[in-house]
Every structure is written in structure tokens, then in C-alpha cells.
């Protein structure tokens, strides 16, 4: 049986990346050593660490006022250090879309000299759609503005980035980063986890802004943005082999022609799966149109039984991860850059099937 | 040519464990799935992280009443969670033995409400040798006694774990964890980086009593022990394939015949390579004899051109990263649990040949 792993992350991973780590475990370019064993300080490794830096930085048109930070910690940890970095003493402003924008929330809130505030929420409809920033809306005298570009669990994405003045926006987008063709001169921060798009998890890439550097210490070093960029990402051994692997899915993409080619890759997956959704008699998707997400799609049947049903007909048929998160339920494709159009072509044929056997019940 | 790898960490790896990892790539256990692209949430990978711990219990012979983390940030993190979780309006003492140590005592210091106590030093002999600590030394009221067990830059070691009352010891372990027969119980937090004994970097282990779960939250909940605890590791994704890795080397650790008995192996090769050292008329070991580490073997010729004429003989000769830390010069041997004793066999070889070219100059 052939598998399709709509994982939310850690996710799929290309399998020529897969197997080129398979080739070179044991020994990397004739060095008879496993990248896992190389001294992060050693001139080979050196090699790859930079290499990994200056793809993403072509692959993303990254400009040479931002640093490229490979750290730890997941975007969990960026909850916390951004406003430790950038907001003690300050306003900043948060949009909240769903699960992972407030938990950035909550962790804001949770540091005693930052004033954070909500400027937008969409918890007036449960989360479906991209409430609306217009300029007025972001004081300017704020530290950021921070927005989640892509909510995982939500399934809402960002179709076009808010004009904030002169307010850096900082953003999570750790499950839309290099899947869409969003500027990088639009924002002061990107930050993401890497288990969805990139790589494995435990590296978190941090895109950052020379100017937003913080001026004063963080009383913890490894907290620290000035000193992770002084250091470039060595300030301690950074998680290695996660670097390795993300260069090689940066390779991966570079071959299938970059972001816009992924990007049209994606959409054309995503499209294929919300036509059947909306013309399904049984499956609907509970998020706006235009704010709908290209990386993950939440669905459902309205009905707990049947979502249940389906999911182990689904989960029997190969498809796995398919459950919904346990907050929403139902049914989430996690559609990433890796994922293939044959596994949603799959899905769609359980849904027909599943529908047909529902019909008149 | 053999090639071995003397790296200080990342360092070298059981060729047993890479080459399990090297077939499991793209197929674990029949899933066709990496475990890269494993749902942490899912119960294929918590077989997993579930098995890493218990494995690691065993090993160690870790109590009920304590927790074991698997987090990411390294050692240095730890230097900043443990006086922030721990010590916040509190004393905290510590022993100064070297470059990590007194990175330990730096992030102690940052913090504002943290009042550090350094009770030892042997900066008085270039950190040569470790400080003896007695009970009557260690302020009881003092929320931990902080040690490193083994300065991986300077190459000393407690031999024995003080008695420090009823003040906890925290250890930085990264060096010589699973490398030596200490008792857990002696403890109230072990931490160590993976990347010397454990596995690949990126996966930091903590160790820590029950009753040292923080009672105050902490303003970030990524570095709140209590909030790590009671989520099993799992607040938020974790370094997946880290600990797998890790999982590997604790299979083949026990099937070595566990820590007594990688421990006899340390010795031997440790001891083969210090007779060598102290014969030489051209080698010596600075070290304190009664301190000297097993897993991190510093030695000098006192001529700087020498030891570069060495550094290089030795790389011509497959030794890799035997160059002593850019703070100390000379050279550095790193003998974790999976270095060969063909491979210090070898240095030796060559040091006797380089000995006997310098014989009378």
C-alpha cells in the first residue's frame, strides 16, 4: 500500500533529500565521516553551515541588511524572544488568528514590561477568516507588529501582507515559509520552525533585520540576538545535522525551480482538494474563501461519527496523520512543498468513496 | 588511510548506530516513514522518545523521582534556566574549574536577582587541577552547588562528587555523562549537551529531582522546567530525530555492556595515552594527575612551532581534530565511549616517531 503522510509537522520530507542523507550517513564527500560527527567549528562543516545560508538566501531573495539565524528551541522559544529582544519597555502589537498567534500572545504577555496589545482578532467567528489591518489601526510608536502568517491548526493563511508604517512586522511563519511568494523586505523578523517546510525539528531559522538587533544584553546569552548574529549562529554548537538536512531540501527546491514553482505546485494541490471539499455533499471546509490556507486544509463531515469514520477509513487506506488537531477535530491535510499531487489525488478518491457510501443517510 | 576523529563534540559516533540510522532512513521499522517526517504527537514516534528514556534510566540507574527532559538550547541554555528556574531571589554557589564553568558563572551573573557565590576556583593554576570542596565550604541556605564534571577545554574531572549537605548539586555533565560511574542520587540536576556521549547536537538532556520543579512559573515557558516536565518533553516539538539517534546509542551502549563497562574501555585508552604523555621527553600533560579527565586528554610539547609541526604530522596522518582548543593551544585528545583504542594506539605510534625526529634538538 502506498503511504501519504499528511503530517502537520514534523512533516514530509523530500525523498531524494532522504536519500542522499542515506548515501553520505556514514561518510560525507569522501571524508569517512557522518555530518552528525563533524566538529561544528571544522573547516568541512563550515562549508556546510554557510552553503545552507546562502541558498536560503537566493531561494528567498533575502537582501544583505538581514542575518539568517540557525537556532534552537522551535517558534515556542521566539515567542519569548522577541518581545525580550525588542519590546522591554514597549508597545507591541499582536493580530490574533487562531491557536499559534495566541500562544505568541500568551508568551508576550507573560514578560512583565511588555505592553502587548491586540489590534485585530478573528475570534469573533472562530478563527475562519484574516481579520483585516488597515494603517491606522498600528500605533507607530509600537516595537512591532506581530502576524502568523499560516495558523497550522486554523488553516487560514495570509494572502497579502498588512502595511504597518514604519512598524516592523515580525512573523511566525513557520508553516508557510518558502511555500508562498511573500516579500522579505515586508517584514522586520521571519521566524520558523523548521519541521514543516525546511527540514527537521529542533533548528528554528530566524530571518532578521540588521536594525532590530537589540541594543542592550539579554541577561541569557543563547537568548540573545545580537550575540547569535555576532557569532553567526555559533555562540554554542548549533543542532548540526538539522543544517545539514535543510541544505539539502534547499538544494531539493532549488532543482525543482524555486519558490515560484513550488508555489504554483502547491496552489494547484490546494485547489484540487477545496474544489472536491465545496463540492462535496458531505465534506465542507469551515474557513473563508480568501483567507483559506494552501498548506493546511482543515475539513469536516458536521458530524463527529462520521469524521471518526472516515479518518480510520482514510488512516486504512494509507493515509496517515490525516486527524484533525484535537482542538478542531475533523479531518487537516497538511500539504507541504514535499508533499506529492498523487497523495491528494488519493484522498480525493476516499472522499467520492466515503460520499457515496453516505449518500441519502 | 584510517581516519579518527579526536573532535571535542560533535564528536565520533558508534559506526554501529549510524549504519542502524543509515537503513532506517527512509523506512522505519516497515512505516515508510523517516522518523524525521514522524508526527511527534503520533504513536509510531512516542515508541520512540519513550524508549530513548527508559533506555537512559537504565543506564543510569535513574530514580522514579526524577524527570528526564530531552530539550534543545545545549549546556549554554541550561546555564540560564537553571539559575532562573532555581535560584531568583536566591543564592546560588558555584565551583570555578575552566572555560565552562565559567561560562556557567557568566549567565548566573546576568541575572539580576540571582546572587552568585564562586566557593572554588583553580584559576590560582590555570584551572590545572579541581578545587577540593568541603562540607563546612557550602552555605546551606544556597539554592544549588554548581559543578562541571568534566572541562572539556581543560581536560580535568571530579573524581568524586562533593558533599554539600543538603544544598543540591547541579553538574553540567556534557563531557562525561554516560562515561562514568556516578550516582544519580549525589545529584539534583544533570544536564548535558548530546553531542559528546549521546548523540548528534541540537538535543540537550536534563535530569532533574522532583522536588527542584520550579514553584513560580517562569516568564518563558520554553525555559520552565515544570511546564517541560509535565508535558513529557512535548510543550512543543522537540529535536525528533536527535533522540532517536540518541535511542541508537543507548541500545548500543547496553549491548556493550552499559556504563561499567564503557567505562573500563575509557579507562584503559585514557591510561594507554597519559603512560605515553608522562614517558615522553617531548609530550607532557599539564594536569593535576589525581584530576585528570579520561574523556578529554589536553597535552603540550611547550614549544608552539612543535606543536604545530605535530597538528599537522598528526592531520597528515588521519588524526582529525586533534588541534587543542584555540584558548589553551597544543593538542587535545577527546576520548568518548565510542572512540577505538586502535585510534590512540595510532597517536601514539606517532608520537613516538615525531619524539624520535626531535630526539636531541
Redesign the interface.
Known amino acids: 500500500m502506498t ?1 501519504y ?1 499528511f ?7 523530500p ?1 531524494e533529500v ?2 542522499k ?2 548515501e553520505e ?2 561518510n560525507y564527500h569522501g ?4 555530518v ?5 567549528r ?1 573547516s568541512l562543516y563550515d562549508g556546510i553551515i554557510k552553503e545552507a545560508e546562502s541558498r536560503l538566501r537566493q531561494l528567498m531573495d533575502i537582501p544583505d541588511n538581514y542575518h539568517v539565524l540557525f537556532l ?6 521566539q ?2 524572544m522577541i518581545p ?1 529582544n525588542l519590546a522591554r519597555g514597549k508597545k507591541a502589537l499582536y493580530v490574533n488568528t487562531g491557536a499559534w498567534a495566541k500562544k505568541a500572545i500568551q ?1 508576550a504577555q ?3 514590561d511588555v505592553e502587548v496589545e491586540v489590534i485585530a482578532s478573528s475570534a469573533d467567528q472562530n478563527f475562519n477568516y484574516v481579520p483585516k489591518i488597515t494603517p491606522d489601526m498600528v500605533d507607530q510608536d509600537a516595537a512591532y507588529l506581530h502576524i502568523t502568517t499560516n495558523e497550522t491548526i486554523g488553516g487560514i493563511a495570509f494572502q497579502e501582507i498588512p502595511d504597518a508604517g514604519k512598524v516592523p512586522i515580525v512573523a511566525d511563519m513557520s508553516s508557510n515559509i518558502l511555500s508562498n511568494d511573500y516579500k522579505v523586505t515586508d517584514f522586520g523578523i521571519i521566524y520558523a ?1 523548521a ?1 514543516k517546510n525546511i ?5 528554528t531559522v530566524v530571518i532578521i533585520r540588521d536594525d532590530l538587533l537589540n541594543d542592550e ?1 539579554i ?5 540573545d540576538f545580537r550575540i547569535q548574529a555576532e557569532n553567526d549562529s555559533m ?8 543544517i545539514y ?1 535543510s541544505k539539502l531540501v534547499f538544494e531539493w527546491l532549488e532543482n525543482l525551480g524555486g519558490v515560484s514553482a513550488v508555489l504554483a505546485a502547491n496552489k494547484e494541490k490546494a485547489q484540487l482538494l477545496y474544489d472536491a471539499i465545496d463540492a462535496s455533499s458531505v465534506f465542507s471546509s469551515p474557513i473563508a474563501k480568501e483567507d483559506r490556507s494552501i498548506n493546511n486544509i482543515p475539513f469536516v463531515t458536521g458530524n463527529d461519527e462520521w469524521d471518526k469514520e472516515f479518518n480510520k477509513f482514510a488512516q486504512d487506506n494509507g493515509m ?2 490525516l486527524k484533525g488537531h484535537r482542538s478542531v477535530g475533523g479531518m487537516r491535510a497538511s500539504l507541504y512543498n514535499a508533499f506529492p499531487k498523487e497523495g491528494v489525488e488519493a484522498l480525493i478518491t476516499l472522499m467520492h468513496q466515503f460520499e457515496e457510501e453516505k449518500a441519502g443517510k
Open positions: 503511504v503522510n503530517s502537520a509537522g514534523p512533516a514530509i520530507l525523498k532522504l536519500q542523507a542515506q550517513m556514514l571524508s569517512e565521516l557522518s552528525m560527527e563533524m566538529s561544528h571544522s534552537q528551541g522551535g517558534a515556542s522559544l515567542f519569548s525580550l508568551a507573560a514578560i512583565e520552525g519541521q527540514g527537521p525539528s529542533g533548528l544584553p541577561f541569557a546569552p543563547m537568548l555562540y554554542n554548537t548549533p543542532a548540526t545535522y538539522a538536512i496517515l496523520n
